[in-house]
């Protein structure tokens, strides 16, 4: 290496090249370069002869990190819990029930669920069931969508109507519309143009209309590191009025516990809960928000068997007639399943209405409907398998031209009958409102922001405290780096190269927040997802909630680390 002029002595005007030296460590006197094998002796002790030596140490350090990481692979697991036997927090409530022998092994892996039926008798549930009267229509709703190919609309025209005490079915092939249509209705969708005339009472939609309504997702989106009791408290603090005393909210929850039967499992992890045991605190969850008006379900009955599904359907069916209005989506469902409902919405691919009203004795009044124009159901067979058979193949009039039935069920008289009573409602109800106008409330979300952030801190706390995995992953980072940065230039001392090799060592500080954010970011688009999908629409908590919780909620962790890290170095 050539020795720059800034680093030649003596240096100025009238040095001569002959007297000069280079200022470099490892350079040799009266030479203006060094070389390098000189340079990294000096500067950093570093020897070829060295070489093969550090090399061995890499290869030994690699191999031994693998070896850890497959022992720790197979024998530590930080999730314990998963499909199988249901696992518990621990509790005094658990511990005692444990002690005692109260809970049957069998009672709570099964949840009661497979062959009891809740009962909603005379439950605080019914009685605030039985106050609503409001009623929803819906009136020539369209809904169209942007695509690469222009336009498409996925809803045509689709009207009807649902009463408390009535539970609808929206059936249809797959591709027909039916969550779409489901989703539009509960003002859920966040892309495409929504036309056409939904009211509540004749009357625009309150701006809490989303949290007078429930929301049953297919899915099944829950905190998985919170219980089942957890869940539920923290929808109804949250979605329930600010009015209403905290003990009142508390007391509701112990009841729609009771009510689903989930009073056995109250203190289990929702990560280990089974198919229906999950399905039925997705609805304990949107009853204990009290929904006044309305009740959404998308397929409640997806991913169950026969006597679960009845089950669920059956539970529905009492909490209508207890006066719930529900809107519920269902595939493919058997023949005693859809007795249980009052009325059926049934579309066609594209999102066209081919029959809206009630499903009859046997499906009678459905089976009569299509026998008037000429398509007849076979005795004995299941009423809603030869709707959406119906729906798909359509079918041929006597003179062999193909039938559409959306035209069909446009210019027939159940059309115009629907039509009439949509008006008749609208104005029935409007009628009464003026006499004794309904008690609507102007906050969008029901909880004060402050509480909102304290719930949603305490929960995250929680799911931090209880999935180690992601607090170890971040002390071992901080550990691991603050011991080789630490060592790596130990026992310096005051000298420039020293004072070089310091400042090189606080630049490598850098390292930490980049694995940090490795760790962080998977559990905060987790946690985004769950919140745009369910508990933002829902109106449980808004954004600035979610984002302050989540900076919150870092702070200790991150003290923490940095202390330990500091410490090491």
Same mark, same amino acid.
């Given at each position: 290496?050539?020795?720059?002029?800034?680093? #030649?002595?003596?240096?100025? %005007? $009238?040095?001569?090249?002959?007297?000069?030296?280079?200022? #470099?460590?490892?350079?040799? %006197? $009266?030479s203006t370069t060094v070389s390098g094998d000189d340079? #990294?002796?000096?500067?950093?002790?570093?020897?070829?002869?060295?070489m093969w030596r550090n090399y061995g140490i890499v290869v030994a350090f690699a191999v031994f990190f693998l070896v850890v990481t497959v022992i720790a692979v197979e024998k530590i697991s930080f999730h314990k819990f998963g499909a199988g036997a249901l696992v518990f927090k621990k509790s005094k409530r658990a511990l005692k029930q444990l002690q005692a022998n109260v809970v049957d092994e069998e009672k709570v892996r099964s949840g009661n669920s497979s062959t009891a039926v809740p009962s909603i008798d005379d439950s605080p549930v019914q009685k605030d069931a039985a106050g609503n009267e409001r009623v929803f229509t819906w009136e020539n709703v369209c809904y169209t969508i942007p695509t690469p190919d222009g336009p498409k609309k996925l809803l045509n025209d689709v009207s009807g109507y649902v009463n408390p005490g009535v539970m609808v079915a929206l059936m249809g092939a797959s591709g027909a519309g039916k969550t779409t249509l489901l989703n539009t209705l509960s003002q859920r969708q966040t892309v495409g143009i929504v036309t056409g005339k939904m009211l509540v009472d004749g009357r625009p939609l309150p701006a809490d209309f989303q949290r007078s309504t429930g929301f049953v997702e297919q899915m099944d989106l829950h905190e998985e590191t919170a219980t089942v009791r957890e869940a539920i408290e923290f929808s109804a603090l949250l979605r329930q009025g600010r009015d209403v005393p905290r003990e009142e909210k508390l007391a509701y929850v112990d009841k729609v516990l009771e009510l689903l039967e989930l009073t056995d499992i109250q203190d289990a992890l929702i990560s280990s809960l089974g198919v229906e045991q999950k399905k039925r605190l997705t609805i304990g969850v949107e009853l204990a928000a009290k929904p006044s008006l309305l009740l959404?379900?998308?397929?409640?009955?997806s991913g169950l068997d026969a006597q679960s599904a009845f089950s669920i359907v059956r539970f529905l069916r009492k909490l209508c007639v207890?006066?719930?209005?529900?809107?519920?989506?269902?595939?493919?469902?058997?023949?005693?399943?859809?007795?249980?409902?009052?009325?059926?919405?049934?579309l066609n691919p594209g999102g066209k209405t081919i029959y809206f009203g009630p499903v009859g004795e046997d499906g009678a009044a459905v089976v009569d409907y299509f026998a008037q124009r000429g398509v007849h159901c076979e005795?004995?067979?299941?009423?809603?398998?030869?709707?959406?058979?119906?729906?798909?193949?359509?079918?041929?009039?006597?003179?062999?031209?193909?039938?559409?039935?959306?035209?069909?069920?446009?210019v027939s008289k159940e059309s115009q009958s629907l039509i009439e009573e949509i008006q008749r409602l609208k104005t029935e109800r409007a009628q009464v409102l003026l006499s004794d106008p309904p008690s609507t409330s102007n906050h969008e979300f029901a909880a004060p922001i402050t509480q909102q952030i304290i719930l949603l801190t305490e929960r995250m706390f929680l799911r931090q405290w209880r999935d180690p995995s992601y607090l170890y992953g971040r002390l071992f980072h901080s550990v691991m780096i603050g011991i080789f940065n630490g060592f790596t230039f130990f026992n310096l001392g005051s000298t420039a190269a020293d004072m070089q090799n310091r400042m090189f060592s606080c630049f490598l500080i850098i390292m930490l927040p980049a694995t940090v954010l490795n760790a962080v970011l998977p559990k905060f688009w987790g946690n985004r997802e769950l919140w745009e999908k369910r508990e933002f629409p829902a109106r449980v908590y808004g954004w600035v909630a979610f984002c302050t919780a989540e900076v919150l909620s870092e702070i200790p962790g991150s003290i923490v680390e940095g202390t330990i890290y500091w410490v090491l170095w």
């Open positions: 290496m050539k020795c720059a002029p800034v680093h #030649l002595i003596p240096h100025g %005007l $009238g040095a001569q090249p002959g007297n000069q030296g280079c200022a #470099l460590p490892g350079s040799r %006197l $009266g340079y #990294l002796a000096k500067q950093f002790d570093y020897h070829w002869a060295h959404f379900l998308d397929e409640p009955t207890a006066g719930q209005a529900i809107i519920c989506t269902i595939h493919q469902p058997s023949s005693d399943l859809i007795q249980q409902f009052d009325l059926i919405l049934a005795p004995g067979r299941n009423v809603a398998e030869f709707l959406l058979e119906t729906a798909i193949k359509g079918g041929r009039k006597p003179d062999g031209s193909r039938i559409d039935w959306a035209e069909e069920w446009r």
